[in-house]
Antibody, heavy 121, light 107 residues
Framework: EVQLVESGGGLVQPGRSLRLSCAASGFTFDDYAMHWVRQAPGKGLEWVSGISWNSGSIGYADSVKGRFTISRDNAKNSLYLQMNSLRAEDTALYYC??????????????WGQGTLVTVSS | DIQMTQSPSSLSASVGDRVTITCQASQDISNYLNWYQQKPGKAPKLLIYDASNLETGVPSRFSGSGSGTDFTFTISSLQPEDIATYYCQQYDNFRLTFGGGTKVEIK
C-alpha cells in the first residue's frame, strides 16, 4: 500500500525558514517523480514544486521560485521542501504527491494527508 | 504559464442528475489534463487522467473528454457520495496548474 506521510509543518514567523519532509513507503521510491502541492485555508489547489526520480529535472511555481528548494533522498525514501523567506501567503496545508512516472511528468496518483504551515507573527 | 479556467465554480444538482464541469486551457495542452476529487478534510484523489482515462477503481459514472484547450468532466448520475470539490489540472514539463475548482452539492 502506498503511503506518504508529511511532517515538519508548524507556526513560523514571516521571513523565517521551515523544512518539510515526506516519508514514502509501499512503492519503489526512486522510480517516480514527486511533487509538493499546497492549499491555503478555504482555497483551491496550487502546485508548488516537482522533482524527477533522479533529481535531474526540477520545477517550481513562480510564487515560490528562489525561496523554496525541493530535494529528495532516494536512500531514505524521502522528499523534502526547504522553505526560506516565508510570507503570510505561504500559509497552507502542504501535500506530498507521487507521480505516476519517473520523469518530468505531472500526473499525481497518490497523495499524503498534508502538513499545515502557518506563517504569522 | 498555462492558465486553467474551470466552470462553474459551484453547482447544486439532484441525486441521479447528470453533472458537467468544463475546463479551458489558455493554450493547447493536447490531452495532458487530469481531474481530481477532493472531499472535505481529505486529500485529493485522481479520477481521470490524460483527459479521458478512468483511474483504476473509479466508478464508471465518472468520465472525461476533450483535447487541445477544451475539456469536459461528467458525472452521469450524481450520487450522495459524490459531494466534493473537483479540480482539473494540466501538466506541461513540470509546469503544473490547477483550475479553480467546482464545488458540487446536492439539491
Amino acid at each position: 500500500e502506498v503511503q506518504l506521510v508529511e511532517s515538519g509543518g508548524g507556526l513560523v514567523q514571516p521571513g523565517r525558514s521551515l523544512r518539510l519532509s515526506c516519508a514514502a513507503s509501499g512503492f519503489t521510491f526512486d522510480d517516480y517523480a514527486m511533487h509538493w502541492v499546497r492549499q491555503a485555508p478555504g482555497k483551491g489547489l496550487e502546485w508548488v514544486s516537482g522533482i524527477s526520480w533522479n533529481s535531474g529535472s526540477i520545477g517550481y511555481a513562480d510564487s515560490v521560485k528562489g525561496r523554496f528548494t525541493i530535494s529528495r533522498d532516494n536512500a531514505k525514501n524521502s522528499l523534502y521542501l526547504q522553505m526560506n523567506s516565508l510570507r503570510a501567503e505561504d500559509t497552507a496545508l502542504y501535500y506530498c504527491a507521487k507521480d505516476d512516472e519517473g520523469g518530468a511528468a505531472g500526473l499525481m496518483d497518490y497523495w499524503g494527508q498534508g502538513t499545515l504551515v502557518t506563517v504569522s507573527s | 504559464d498555462i492558465q486553467m479556467t474551470q466552470s462553474p465554480s459551484s453547482l447544486s444538482a439532484s441525486v441521479g442528475d447528470r453533472v458537467t464541469i468544463t475546463c479551458q486551457a489558455s493554450q493547447d495542452i493536447s490531452n495532458y489534463l487530469n481531474w481530481y476529487q477532493q472531499k472535505p478534510g481529505k486529500a485529493p484523489k485522481l479520477l481521470i487522467y490524460d483527459a479521458s482515462n478512468l483511474e483504476t477503481g473509479v466508478p464508471s459514472r465518472f468520465s472525461g473528454s476533450g483535447s487541445g484547450t477544451d475539456f469536459t468532466f461528467t458525472i452521469s448520475s450524481l450520487q450522495p457520495e459524490d459531494i466534493a470539490t473537483y479540480y482539473c489540472q494540466q501538466y506541461d514539463n513540470f509546469r503544473l496548474t490547477f483550475g479553480g475548482g467546482t464545488k458540487v452539492e446536492i439539491k
